[in-house]
């Protein structure tokens, strides 16, 4: 069986700011409760001048299951130092991302709270079909 990309797809976009407000709760993203997504890339950037770790979570209900973690390196996404793919990274892009079906979305997490004005940026990308 293989995935089908239906006609009329539409591209998928989401961004959350991680700020110190957001402390290490999970945040939701994706687009559920609408039709099935295919998240190709989570770009993620870290502007703080300490590494941090981004939790990735599926959610399904109101349960939450850990899929992995990645490191964001101190500087990623700026002044020349690459951005971290973490569908990349968990070695998802092999099977063409992280797939989301209906009543189903993931979610991202810190471990580690952000301090004062630093933040990390995280730009989900892919396809709603």
């Not at 409760?33 to 590494?51: F, K, Q, R, S």
């Amino acid at each position: 069986m293989s995935l089908q990309v239906f006609d009329g797809a539409a591209p998928l976009l989401q961004t959350k700011h991680f700020l110190a407000a957001d402390t290490t709760a999970r945040v939701d993203m994706g687009y559920a409760p609408l039709p099935h997504c295919l998240v190709t890339n989570i770009l993620l950037a870290n502007e703080d001048t300490i590494a941090h770790v981004v939790d990735v979570w599926q959610k399904s209900s109101a349960s939450y299951f850990l899929l992995g973690s990645v490191s964001v390196p101190a500087g990623a996404g700026f002044a020349g130092v690459p951005t971290v793919d973490l569908i990349a990274t968990m070695g998802l892009s092999a099977t063409g991302g992280l797939l989301q079906i209906y009543n189903n979305q993931f979610a991202l997490s810190l471990e580690v709270a952000m301090v004062g004005a630093h933040y990390l940026d995280a730009t989900a990308l892919g396809v709603v079909f």
